[in-house]
């Protein structure tokens, strides 16, 4: 990531785009924009007594509904320009479980972290000497734990500022809050509609959205359109509800029916008086309205729709929804009905996909209680993603591969609830089979914390299955004679392990080798009692590739090459046979045996393309393109190197990136293009700080490095070797690889 210095500043970050116009809060903005600016004093332009200027934290604390998080974006949007390291939207209401905010952040900044430190740690020291803004929204469910990250980091990194949008403010030192109110309505008897209040302005935008526009001189419409959003307090989540309505209803009908309004079932079941503060009574009065508004399949549906995190595409939705009155066919209709009536939002990156705002599925989830179906529903949505992330194993060693890792980046957060929903479950068995297939999936698409946390959690709990003496029996004879010591025991479960390994991939990459250690036995036990050759010979990467990254490079390379070569299965373990392969080349090449590390790599490239996947085949073509460059094959090495690069970017593989960056760079120096290679440097650096573990803590790869950066500078002095070092440094993530692979000059 850049420092200070570095240039294309605002040029980082992760803010979504807007999907409707912002309307009204000049004067908040105002507040805000002086608040967030590092370089503001006290924002008096606005009027108000404030030390927000020179505040690091500022919280901008309200009701539900009543427009905070629009609010906030708007404003951390303004601001880009002053935070060179990037802007950057953690949506905290997936979050479920107290005590992962800090890897929410973490996942936020895009920090591929391959480490066991403390995750306050490695955001912190990732931060230190940066200048960025954290936007934390919906806090107000994980107060404390937002809080302790909040000022933990802030603490520790001096260059950032947090901005936070709850119900509650978090209540630290030098907090600055912004108590945020209802839209205000005076003003809409005025002859002029631009001169109405902000709540007016903003329904009539929305009802001409509807395809009801309000004519600016018909003066009675204006005054039942004020008299609207007076009954619904101004609160903009009720008017752009109200809004939606206005394509069945007249502006009159409407206005009649909100007069006519009483407290829904719903409410009464879930309300006593002075239980929640005036605005947000009236919010839920106005969700109350809208839900009874519904036709009784759409209010299902919408109830049924609360346990998706994250959003949820029409497909999803026909598995997990339906049933009873909802038939599968219906629901494409339904959820249409839903999106029309603003109760349901497309997503605003992805298309094809839809979310809920947190107000309206809180209020969906008390209807699915009360219809006594949240149980059910919810045991849907798990089996839902476990049959998911069954199929995404399945298929991973496959050209769906890069699709796959797609589909779990998008789903994560209804992986993580799925998961913890499994792991509430008596049924342990079925826990470990769940979080074995999702931990394999989320240990090769970069969330190797969250792979590790919920591994442990139903490892530790569930003893290993009784074994199938019949079935290892069936395998044993199978078996060619050279190969019955894989399969010596008997047969136990597939979940089992496929979790052990995945555990110990996961220390692996984490570079925790004493842990890995200790999984690849368990994993190796676990195999032989399952019975599966391709199970044993997958087991056989955990010892091996631990041995190849402790320096133990014959040992390694007798365990590995010990593996019998079985044909190369789709799924998981088909994954983790290739990966036998690289961890041999690894060992051969690390002991300096080129030509032999580069013979297997070729095996695992061509096994590779033949699967059509690309996570092995990358980690391939970096360890063919290594031994080229050590023959003297340049161009061939330059390629080699470029292609690796573009097969992890299409996996989000930013260790795998940042080591084929390093090659890069040592290639291109030697082709005697010392300008790029001084950026490709740079760009490899800031790939690195994303992993929390520069080389990956290998002293060979750390000197190589560092004999390429002592090349580059003698070719172009000090002087020139900073400006393009910074200039590959300042770049975004997308830039830095396109610019790797790309085969142009710098001009």
């Known amino acids: 990531m850049p420092d200070t210095t570095h240039p294309n500043p605002g040029n980082l970050g992760n803010l979504p785009p807007e999907t409707h116009s912002f309307v009204g809060r000049r004067a908040e903005l105002a507040w805000l924009r002086a608040a967030l600016d590092p370089a503001a004093g006290d924002p008096a332009a606005t009027g108000r007594q404030s030390a927000a200027g020179a505040a690091r934290l500022v919280s901008v604390v309200g009701a539900g509904g009543v427009g905070k998080t629009r609010l906030a974006l708007r404003a951390a949007a303004e601001a880009r320009n002053a935070y060179p390291d990037g802007v950057w939207l953690t949506e905290l209401s997936p979050l479920h479980t107290a005590g992962i905010v800090d890897l929410a952040v973490m996942e936020t900044l895009r920090l591929a972290d391959q480490s066991t430190r403390p995750v306050l740690d490695v955001i912190a020291e990732w931060a230190y000497g940066k200048r960025l803004l954290l936007v934390l929204d919906s806090c107000e469910h994980l107060l404390a734990d937002c809080a302790k990250v909040a000022a933990a980091l802030l603490t520790r990194a001096p260059g950032l500022r947090i901005l936070v949008t709850s119900r509650e403010r978090l209540a630290l030192p030098g907090e600055e809050v912004l108590h945020l109110g209802p839209l205000p309505v005076e003003g809409a008897d005025a002859d002029d509609m631009a001169a109405a209040g902000d709540a007016v302005a903003l329904f009539a935008e929305r009802a001409a959205a509807a395809g009801r526009p309000l004519a600016d001189d018909d003066r009675a419409a204006r005054a039942v359109a004020a008299a609207v959003c007076r009954r619904l307090d101004g609160i903009p989540l009720a008017l752009e509800l109200a809004a939606a309505r206005l394509a069945d209803l007249t502006l009159d009908q409407l206005h009649a029916r909100l007069g006519e309004r009483l407290p829904s079932p719903l409410d009464m079941l879930t309300s006593t008086p002075g239980e929640r503060p005036p605005r947000h009574q009236t919010l839920r009065t106005a969700i109350g309205w809208s839900h009874e508004l519904c036709a009784p399949l759409e209010r299902l ?43 349901v939002l497309p997503d605003p990156v992805i298309s094809a996909r839809y979310r809920m705002l947190d107000t309206v599925r809180e209020y969906g989830t008390d209807w699915l ?131 052990l390994w995945s555990r110990g991939a996961v220390a692996i990459l984490q570079g925790d080798q004493e842990a890995a250690a200790n999984w690849a036995v368990r994993c190796a036990d676990a195999a032989r009692a399952q019975g599966s050759p391709v199970a044993q010979v997958a087991a056989v990467y955990l010892r091996g590739g631990q041995l190849a990254l402790t320096s133990r490079q014959s040992e390694a390379i007798e365990v590995l090459a010990a593996a019998p070569q079985l044909p190369i299965q789709d799924d998981a373990f088909g994954a983790a046979q290739l990966q036998v392969r690289l961890a041999l080349s690894l060992a051969h ?148 690889i396109a610019f790797a692979t790309s085969r142009s000059d710098l001009h």
């Open 301 to 343: 549906l919408w109830a049924r729709l609360s346990v998706f995190t994250g959003g949820f595409c029409a497909e999803t939705v026909q598995q997990v929804c339906a049933g009873g009155p909802l038939a599968p066919e219906r629901i494409a209709g339904l959820l249409s009905r839903l999106v029309a009536q603003s109760i």
């Open 369 to 499: 209680h009360a219809l006594g179906e949240d149980r059910a529903v919810r045991r849907r949505h798990r089996e839902y993603y476990a049959r998911l992330a069954h199929q995404g194993c399945a298929e991973w060693n496959t050209g769906r591969q890069v699709a796959w890792c797609e589909r779990v980046l998008s789903e994560h957060a209804n992986l993580r609830s799925a998961v913890e929903n499994a792991l509430a479950e008596p049924d342990r068995a079925a826990a470990v089979e769940m979080t074995g297939h999702v931990g394999f999936l989320w240990r090769h698409c970069g969330y190797l914390r969250e792979a590790a946390h919920c591994l442990d959690q139903a490892l530790a709990a569930a003893p290993p299955p009784p074994p199938d003496q019949a079935f290892a029996a069936e395998v044993l004879a199978a078996l060619p004679r050279r190969d019955r010591h894989f399969a010596a025991a008997p047969a136990s479960g597939h979940g089992r392990t496929l979790a």
């Open 589 to 736: 090449i690390l002991r300096g045996e080129y030509e032999r590390g580069r013979e297997v790599a070729d095996e695992v490239r061509t096994a590779s393309r033949k699967q059509g996947e690309y996570w092995c085949g990358a980690f391939a073509d970096y360890l063919i393109a290594q031994a080229d460059l050590a023959h003297g094959d340049v161009p061939a090495a330059v390629d080699g190197a470029r292609t690796s690069i573009a097969g992890h970017a299409l996996l989000h593989n930013t260790a795998g990136a940042a080591m084929s960056l390093d090659l890069l760079a040592a290639a291109v120096v030697t082709t005697g293009d010392a300008r790029r290679a001084a950026r490709l440097l740079g760009i490899g650096t800031r790939l690195w700080e994303l992993t929390g573990r520069a080389q990956m803590d290998s002293p060979d790869l750390i000197a190589t490095r560092r004999t390429c950066e002592l090349r580059v500078r003698e070719h172009l002095g000090d002087t020139a070797y900073e400006t393009e070092y910074r200039a590959g440094l300042a770049m975004s993530y997308d830039e830095g």
